[in-house]
């Protein structure tokens, strides 16, 4: 209206102004007239058409900015539900902390994850995870709750934490790794060596009963297993169903290892699985590496490898049985004399603190080089060897001084090897403990020779002789050295045999371990090289210090369930051979099959020497802690534990491998025992592990006496929680009805300054009433927000509750 206006009082001006001036205007002629009229009205219309354009593009920008303002309104709106939707209906739990971590406020969807009334209470009380998550500032995580699984966003600067649940997701995954396939390979050890001397017949029927017992195993897991060899079969399933042979720990080795006794002859069985998601082709290559760490660890035993999982061995219960033949061993002795013929020279060194089985093996194999007619040296560093290596060095220098010309010192074998020198390390199972690891990483070439049992970290070697039959790496290689070189004699000195000998005694313990026929033919022939005896046992002999150290630690035994024995101390004891041998005097006690000598090696570092009969494979336990060794003779290293730590790991690791089998025996658990039961439950459990319960103090045999002692407790705390009932009840009628009134600051705006916190309460609800309550235990009806009356409610039992009003009154 107001634009028609002006331009109403415009076009008034206009004429106006027009009818004034007309008399200065002259026209000759109608013609000029009509000529002005014309440019006026073009002048006029051209103005016209501009206001037009310009109004035009205005309006359109009114409209626009109309038409986005009455947008933003609704999407405001819907903005608004989508808010509250979130916080109160979608399916995401929301719970807001104060700075003491208590929670101030949860969502509909987080009181039905967690409880209704959680508000309130410390998020240490409601989920510990959660507060531990809270504590460290953890942003997104997964977690637990009861049978489901959330995804969790915590906001760290408002102490706000969002919970996703994603159980769906997670059991999609589960079905996919339960669906992963495993692939598994088997020999049968020693099978045609086992049959040879039988008639056809009972071989077929023999050879039968061994693949029958191995289709029964793997039908019960519902694997698809096949023959692709005489003494080779192939299974495939999935994951789900290899993890419960893993469960079962492969009894498969039991019932081939019963079925050998029962028929007298030397077969067992050896399989490596592997579960990796990869494509079969590269699966396969797992598995047989899987089956060839099994053979090399001397068979009986299966080898795990499962992807992002450490590899798992079970069984090698037993010794392993001897597979090398004489042309074997032949073959052996050829192939590592055409690497060294290859060589420009020869480098030989041991582990760290070498025995005399690595230093015996030294001398043996510096003089299968030598026969060779190549340069040859042994690495010697006395820092590196035992005491006993060490004493008789000493005895080499006086009675032997030659000798050392064919020795070097880690320093100068480093700027002596080439490109073109060979390494041969004997005795070392793993390259961690070599005697100089800059030394084999410096060697291009490299043999190794050795008895002990392959672990993980296994050498990158061009050729590996490792034999776990054997008794000592020095067994090896006498058999080697007898058909290195069949056109000449190798001399070796008395002195050097001597050496030798004391070797095979050492890793023998005077050949009570591992010994067989082949161990006293090598120690007939070092015998007839010169090996002197009593020489060994002078040099093996332990002076009067070292005696009493050792009766001074046996002093401080412990036994566990009855067939286990334990020295521990926190004292350091660098002197490994000290260690092992408390180790095998531990041994000596009537009725124990393993003993554990644990000390501290160094400031971070315990050690642990394990000796044991045929019953216990300590090599497996010494695994566990990154160590290894032999069935009956293992040791380990640990880092940054404490002796106590590691003796508790080693006692569970026992009792969860041999403390399971037995009678069974009742006990009352006196504390919650995962898996098992709950604090004062009577329960049944297999003796060995009662007995580990009971000594640590966890459960106590369930005897006449400890029952009634049990049940007449349980009556006294029956008692006592009737008449802690009956004073909460005293307690309710004492609460009920009353009230207490807090002042609080009001803003303009009708707003609280600050907050009024169930501590306040409590408060003044003490200072009022002369009672107090446990501020943790009061609930209120709804957020205080502004002046008036609430009601609380106080949870003194669980089916006891008192309420009082809480009067809110401006100050």
């Not at 608004?80 to 739990?93: A, K, S, T, Y």
């Not at 007939?524 to 009593?534: R, Y």
């Amino acid at each position: 209206m107001k634009r028609w206006l002006f331009l109403l009082v415009a076009l008034i001006i206009l004429a106006i102004a027009i009818y004034l001036y007309i008399p200065y205007f002259q026209f000759e002629s109608i013609r000029q007239l009509i000529l002005f009229i014309a440019l006026f009205l073009g002048v006029s219309l051209i103005f016209t058409a501009i206001y037009l354009v310009f109004n035009q593009q205005n309006n359109q920008k009114v409209k626009t900015l109309q038409n986005r303002l009455s947008m933003w309104t609704k999407l405001s709106y819907h903005v608004n539900q989508v808010g509250d939707e979130v916080f109160n209906e979608l399916p995401i739990g929301i719970i807001a902390l104060d700075e003491d971590f208590e929670i101030k406020w949860a969502n509909p969807h987080a009181k039905t994850i967690f409880d209704a009334k959680i508000a309130g209470k410390n998020l240490k009380d409601v989920h510990p995870q959660l507060h531990l998550a809270a504590m460290n500032n953890k942003i997104q995580f997964t977690i637990q709750i009861k049978n489901d699984t959330y995804d969790v966003t915590y906001r760290s600067e408002f102490k706000f934490f969002y919970l996703f649940n994603v159980t769906e997701r997670e059991n999609v995954k589960q079905r996919y790794q339960d669906h992963i396939p495993a692939l598994g390979i088997v020999y049968l050890d020693n099978l045609d060596e086992a049959l040879a001397s039988m008639d056809v017949s009972l071989q077929s029927s023999l050879k039968g009963e061994y693949l029958a017992a191995i289709a029964d195993w793997a039908n019960k897991y519902d694997g698809f297993l096949k023959p692709y060899g005489d003494e080779r079969l192939i299974t495939v399933l999935y994951r789900k169903q290899l993890n419960r042979m893993i469960q079962d720990k492969f009894d498969i080795l039991d019932k081939i290892r019963q079925i050998s006794t029962q028929n007298q002859v030397r077969v067992s069985i050896s399989m490596g699985v592997a579960s990796w998601d990869v494509d079969y082709e590269e699966l396969g290559i797992y598995a047989q590496n899987a089956v060839e760490l099994a053979e090399k660890r001397g068979g009986d035993q299966v080898v795990v490898n499962i992807q992002d999982q450490k590899i798992i061995y079970f069984g090698a219960k037993n010794n392993a049985a001897a597979k090398s033949s004489r042309v074997g061993v032949r073959i052996n002795a050829q192939t590592i004399r055409d690497f060294i013929d290859k060589s420009s020279n020869v480098f030989i060194m041991g582990h760290d603190q070498s025995d005399m089985d690595a230093f015996g093996s030294m001398i043996a194999v510096y003089h299968m080089a030598k026969a060779s007619k190549k340069p040859a040296f042994m690495v010697l560093d006395e820092p590196k060897f035992d005491l006993t290596v060490n004493k008789v060095l000493g005895i080499f220098k006086s009675q032997m001084p030659a000798f050392f010309d064919n020795c070097i010192n880690i320093e100068n074998a480093l700027k002596t090897i080439t490109d073109e020198s060979l390494l041969i390390v004997v005795d070392s199972q793993s390259p961690k403990i070599v005697m100089a690891p800059e030394l084999l990483e410096k060697s291009k070439k490299l043999i190794v020779i050795d008895h002990h049992r392959v672990g993980e970290d296994s050498f990158d070697a061009m050729f590996s002789f490792i034999e776990p039959y054997a008794s000592s790496t020095i067994e090896l290689v006498m058999e080697l050295l007898s058909f290195y070189n069949m056109e000449e004699e190798i001399k070796i000195s008395a002195l050097e045999a001597t050496a030798m000998y004391a070797g095979l005694v050492v890793d023998t313990n005077n050949f009570s371990y591992r010994t067989g026929s082949r161990t006293f033919e090598v120690a007939s022939k070092l015998k007839d090289l010169g090996a002197d005896i009593i020489e060994v046992k002078l040099w093996l002999r332990r002076d009067l210090m070292r005696t009493m150290e050792i009766n001074n630690l046996l002093s401080q035994v412990e036994i566990f369930l009855d067939r286990f024995a334990f020295v521990k101390t926190p004292d350091i004891y660098d002197d490994r051979i000290l260690l092992a041998q408390v180790a095998e005097a531990l041994l000596q006690i009537n009725g124990i099959d393993a003993s554990f000598m644990i000390s501290r090696m160094g400031t971070n570092k315990v050690a642990i020497s394990a000796r044991s009969y045929n019953a216990i494979n300590v090599q497996v336990l010494m695994e566990a802690f990154g160590g290894g060794g032999h069935l009956n003779s293992a040791a380990a290293q640990i880092e940054n534990q404490s002796v106590n730590d590691v003796y508790e790991q080693l006692k569970t690791y026992i009792e969860l491998e041999y403390g399971g089998g037995g009678e069974l025996v009742k006990i009352i658990l006196m504390e919650d025992v995962k898996g098992k039961g709950k604090k004062d439950d009577v329960i049944e459990v297999a003796s060995g592990f009662g007995q580990f319960l009971v000594t640590q103090k966890k459960a106590m045999l369930a005897t006449e006496d400890n029952l009634k002692a049990l049940n007449q407790a349980k009556e006294e705390a029956f008692l006592a929680q009737q008449r802690h009932l009956e004073l909460m009840k005293k307690l309710k009628s004492e609460i009920d009805n009353k009230k207490v009134t807090l002042g609080i600051q009001i803003g303009q705006d009708g707003k609280l300054f600050g907050s009024v916190t169930t501590k306040q309460i409590v408060e003044a609800f003490e200072t009022a009433h002369h009672i107090l309550i446990d501020r943790k235990k009061v609930e209120l009806s709804s957020d205080i927000n502004s002046v008036g009356i609430y009601t609380a409610t106080v949870q003194l039992h669980k089916d006891i509750k008192a309420q009082f009003e809480v009067h809110i009154v401006e100050k």
